[in-house]
């Protein structure tokens, strides 16, 4: 049975670092691209970050770009979110996915449609 567990969440001051795991059983990760969601209340969820199967091309969104480094341990089954320089702004539950394909269609990684399995997501909260 696919499953997908996040951690590594939790409460930051803003400039502040955080990393989350993405932890894989069921099926073999390096087969697939695995991206990371976001929802804040309020807000849709939005595409932040994904990373291709085994040629490791990464995608990220405007808003963290520079900020966020996605990486994976395809021998551990695990993809990661490096997540620096925190802002308010970045509090929201995170989720990681698991996309259809290898590699994703270009800008289709955004699309929450393209990924069929879905963790329970873990809490960041950026705050002073």
């Known amino acids: 049975q696919v499953q997908l567990v996040e951690s590594g969440g939790g409460l930051v001051q803003p400039g502040g670092s955080l990393r989350l795991s993405c932890a894989a059983s069921?099926?073999?990760?390096?087969?697939?691209?695995i991206g990371w969601f976001r929802q804040a209340p309020g807000t849709e969820r939005e595409g932040v970050s994904c990373?291709?199967?085994?040629?490791?091309?990464?995608y990220y969104a405007d808003s963290v770009k520079g900020r966020f480094t996605i990486s994976r341990d395809n021998a551990k089954n695990t993809v990661y979110l490096q997540m620096n320089s925190l802002k308010p702004e970045d509090t929201a539950v995170y989720y990681c996915a698991r996309y259809r394909r290898p590699v994703p269609y270009g800008s289709m990684w955004r699309s929450r449609a393209m990924y069929d399995y879905w963790g329970q997501g873990t809490q960041v909260t950026v705050s002073s």
């Open positions: 069921g099926f073999t990760m390096a087969n697939y691209a």
């Open positions: 990373i291709s199967s085994s040629h490791g091309s990464t």
